[in-house]
């Protein structure tokens, strides 16, 4: 597996299993975008292992060869993976911290035995490895503004929070079908669900109120990511913004459904789609094009 092929692997992932986001990142400087492809690529090759409906292979043992070849690509040595020689690339390049990484596996590794969170905050210890981790490593890829690095990781934070919880809110009925149930015990409790009204062929009241009120999480955490987005430099704006959009337009969608999300897949509309990215080619073509400009002092 060339670095070249293990790339374009990624992206390939990322085209099919990341569409909005794969969308927004067309917004990207070319260089960035398949850096960008790598770590989707790797976080999803991961949650295939935990999550597909298909694999039959034993899945602690794949995850765990998948963590053992990690860490070995961090310390140095060469791997034999298709996926793997793209994102070690760009953990180097980068210098994406190591624990990230490490956080984000251990996390894969909780969707193997773990299938209920009683309270938010367990869930949300969860979500530190599986999503807010991603949104740290792609930031060294996205580029802080000068002297803006450690204002913008906690926006990041946020912004993998945000667009984790619109998942499990769009994928409720899918979770519950493999086992698992990330919205809290006793968020259920609270507003009178079983888990098994989960799984049923339409959301009844108290599920759509549960879900609105999971929603509001997840809009507070969509808040406290939008600070973020001006503490990049200027060519990383647009994608974000428009990630921004397309993961806030699912949960659009989802309250314009009355949170009836279990009767089919809540998808942005492609009109919609292709609106977003058309509001933010502009700005980032002229973004793109201004950073390309070096002044270069003569003597």
């Not at 190591?98 to 773990?114: E, G, N």
């Not at 409790?189 to 109120?209: D, I, N, Q």
């Not at 809009?219 to 704006?237: C, E, K, P, Q």
């Amino acid at each position: 597996m060339t670095l070249t092929a293990s790339y374009e692997r990624c992206r390939l992932l990322h085209a099919r299993y990341g569409r909005s986001y794969y969308l927004a990142t067309r917004l990207l400087p070319r260089w960035k975008r398949r850096h960008v492809h790598a770590l989707y690529g790797f976080a999803r090759y991961a949650d295939e292992i935990v999550d597909s409906f298909t694999m039959t292979a034993d899945r602690a043992r794949a995850l765990g060869e998948l963590s053992a070849a990690v860490e070995a690509g961090l310390a140095g040595a060469d791997v034999d993976d298709a996926v793997l020689p793209a994102f070690l690339h760009t953990v180097r390049s980068f210098g994406i911290a190591h624990d990230d990484v490490a956080a984000f596996l251990a996390s894969m590794r909780a969707d193997l035995s773990v299938t209920r969170y009683a309270t938010y905050d367990d869930l949300l210890g969860y979500m530190d490895g599986s999503a807010a981790a991603v949104g740290t490593m792609m930031l060294p890829v996205l580029e802080p503004a000068p002297g803006c690095a450690r204002r913008a990781r906690e926006p990041a934070r946020q912004l993998g929070l945000a667009f984790q919880l619109t998942n499990f809110l769009r994928d409720v009925a899918e979770d519950f079908a493999r086992g698992r149930v990330y919205l809290p015990v006793e968020d259920l409790e609270k507003f009178g669900v079983e888990p098994s009204e989960l799984g049923a062929a339409r959301a009844g009241r108290a599920v759509r109120e549960l879900l609105a009120f999971e929603a509001g999480r997840a809009r507070d955490h969509y808040r406290a990511a939008a600070r973020g987005i001006d503490l990049l430099v200027a060519s990383s704006r647009p994608c974000v913004r428009a990630a921004f959009d397309l993961y806030g337009g699912i949960l659009d969608e989802i309250e314009r459904r009355g949170f009836e999300v279990l009767s089919g897949r809540v998808r942005v509309p492609r009109r919609r789609r292709a609106a977003v990215f058309a509001r933010h080619l502009l700005a980032a073509a002229g973004a793109g094009r201004a950073e390309r400009r070096v002044h270069v002092e003569v003597p």
